[in-house]
């Protein structure tokens, strides 16, 4: 087995492509929290996207999605 095969056979992408799936699944799951947390606090509870269903919820979600964000992105970045 060459360097070459190596190289190929464990793929040499995926650790990028698993880094920046992660980035934008974390961005999409802080926007949805981030805009329903804004809108039931402007009041439009009835048009948010869950509804306002609770507050801590929302900031849980964006805390540990931004959190995610941060680790993808440094993680990519690492990655050379």
Do not use: H, N
């Not at 190929?8 to 802080?30: D, E, N, Q, W, Y």
């Not at 929290?33 to 509804?51: H, K, Q, Y």
């Amino acid at each position: 087995m060459t360097v070459r095969t190596v190289i190929i056979s464990r793929g040499i992408l995926m650790p990028k492509a698993l880094c920046l799936t992660s980035l934008a699944v974390a961005v999409v799951i802080v926007l949805l929290f981030l805009t329903d947390l804004i809108m039931s606090l402007a009041g439009m509870t009835p048009s948010s996207p869950l509804r306002g269903a609770s507050m801590m919820m929302d900031i849980a979600f964006v805390t540990v999605g931004t959190a995610i964000a941060v680790m993808s992105w440094l993680t990519y970045r690492e990655q050379g």
